[in-house]
């Protein structure tokens, strides 16, 4: 009788289902998930050492992710958000959704000195409007040529409403031209050929030959000549410097899962994560990598001036300034 018992408690011992791991939902922007993006490496390289699961999930460009997360509020699902910027900290901040990383500042290594106890960097590069040299012999070389351009040779945007790319082009309007950025609005508007929800859908214009120019990164012509063995496509320097931008990824105070949430952020600071930014996201890490960036990165474009808001900057006039394009814009 005892071994047939213990026979059975043995067969159950088996047939038992092992503990389910933890889930880890990282909101993000869903070019960051794409089969091509870092998401999928990411994801493979932390649940080697987290025993969870990572599920993405991603409702658009960047400032989308904010947006949803607002209309979410408490009862968001996310434990991280990765993807929002430096425009976006000072909103995101104020929800009061988000806690404090308790991690050491001084890992990241960005252009600007960092001290958000909110928010880490994980990437950052520049704006830049990206060409292609079989269509356009002369690219501008200011964003006052491109104002004043050509109108036959359009550019494509992003829609600083739904992308941080298109807000980041607005905020770089708004610090070249200051109180003229509406009569410059007005002067562009005959070149964009159109304005996307985000910079997936601005890209895919530009590649397919819809248009020369498009908004992009300093970063951008890296793709082609690593992955495609192309300098067909560059970005232009302009002289009046490049907006930056560094981008972030936080913690939701409210999680159930906030150690595994700071054990992912720890994470994102190291070479498991930071070198996949390079060749993945097309950007400049802002943490540790374990080598040193492709040849490719030493030929791009480098900004002789740095442009940047500071977060509260952009939170006190982010509605005005998008309030001033869409007037300009729209007449």
């Known amino acids: 009788m005892k071994k047939t018992l213990t026979a059975l408690f043995a067969l159950v011992l088996l047939a038992a289902p092992a503990a389910a791991k933890e889930t880890l939902t990282i909101y993000t922007y869903d070019s960051f998930v794409a089969e091509w993006g870092p998401g999928p490496k990411v994801k493979e390289e932390f649940e080697k050492v987290c025993d969870c ?120 309007m708004k610090k070249v031209y200051g109180d003229k950025a509406a009569e410059a609005w007005k002067k562009l508007q005959p070149r964009v050929l159109t304005v996307t929800p985000g910079w997936s859908e601005a890209y895919a214009l ?42 972030v990824a936080g913690l939701i105070e409210a999680s159930p899962r906030k150690d595994l949430a700071r054990k992912f952020l720890a994470f994102m600071m190291g070479p498991g994560f930071q070198d996949q930014i390079p060749t993945t996201n097309w950007m400049f890490p802002a943490g540790e990598t374990s080598g040193p960036l492709p040849p490719a990165f030493d030929a791009l474009v480098k900004p002789d001036k740095t442009l940047l808001f500071t977060p509260e900057e952009v939170d006190q006039n982010r509605r005005a300034w998008i309030d001033e394009w869409l007037n300009a814009t729209t007449q």
Not at 81 to 89: A, M, P, S
Not at 211 to 240: C, D, Q, W
Request: aromatic letters at 10%; a negative charge.
């Open 206 to 247: 530009f590649t397919k030959g819809e248009a020369p120019m498009v908004l992009s990164y300093t970063t951008s012509p890296a793709y082609h000549v690593i992955a495609e063995n192309s300098e067909r496509y560059k970005a232009a320097g302009f002289a009046e410097g490049h907006y930056l931008q560094v981008e």
């Open 53 to 172: 699961t990572v599920e993405w999930v991603a409702p658009g460009d960047g400032v989308a992710l904010l947006n949803r997360l607002k209309l979410e509020g408490a009862s968001t699902k996310a434990d991280v958000v990765l993807g929002l910027d430096t425009n976006l900290t000072a909103e995101a901040r104020a929800t009061g959704l988000f806690g404090k990383h308790d991690l050491d500042v001084a890992s990241a290594k960005t252009p600007i000195p960092w001290t958000d106890d909110h928010f880490m960097p994980f990437d950052y590069g520049y704006f830049a409007v990206v060409y292609d040299t079989q269509a356009m012999t002369t690219p501008p070389k200011s964003l006052d040529e491109l104002v004043n351009g050509d109108a036959a040779q359009k550019i494509v945007l992003q829609d600083p409403r739904s992308s941080t790319p298109g807000l980041g082009f607005l905020l770089w």
